[in-house]
């Protein structure tokens, strides 16, 4: 469909198909990954390691309960940089300026659950950490509730920049 016409279409309302918690990676934008959708079929909140913070959980459970979006998914990705300075926290207690050691902290304890865990210790975390907000998301009251009444489900994913494969969890 073309842009002018879907715009005229969506302006008055939205229904996504699908709630994305997202890395800010520029490698890794949801509108592109899920098949190149247009405009009002994701409701997409993106930061760096893909976290929940008060205001992220506000964008998502307003997706869920407000724009009736069924899905929530937390995208985790490879070669997620977020991750791999929560990771170096863990294991280096590596220090960041500014606000970078603030915005990594929560990663941590995923990072020091996966640490000497076979496998590649960074995409370890990436999971485990996709997993942890997942459950994280899923405590919310209001997302609970949705859940339990089975208008929504969540889960987590991983995105392989590699092949382009989202995994899910």
């Not at 990954?33 to 009002?40: D, E, N, R, Y």
Request: glycine share 12%.
């Amino acid at each position: 469909m073309e842009l002018g016409k879907r715009r005229a279409d969506d302006a008055g309302h939205q229904a996504p198909w699908a709630t994305i918690v997202g890395c800010a990676d520029s490698r890794v934008p949801p509108e592109l990954l899920f098949g190149g959708l247009g405009l009002g079929e994701l409701f997409v909140a993106r930061n760096a390691g893909n976290m929940v913070d008060t205001a992220t959980m506000g964008t998502v459970e307003y997706g869920a309960e407000v724009l009736g979006s069924p899905l929530l998914v937390v995208l985790g990705h490879e070669k997620c940089g977020a991750v791999a300075a929560a990771c170096d926290v863990a294991t280096k207690n590596a220090k960041f300026p500014g606000s970078i050691g603030p915005m990594v902290r929560p990663i941590v304890p995923a990072a020091t659950a996966m640490r000497g865990k076979p496998g590649d210790f960074v995409d370890n975390t990436v999971r485990e950490s996709a997993k942890r907000t997942a459950a994280r998301l899923a405590a919310s009251p209001i997302l609970s509730h949705l859940v339990k009444g089975e208008k929504l489900k969540i889960v987590a994913a991983r995105y392989d920049l590699d092949d382009g494969k989202v995994e899910y969890l």
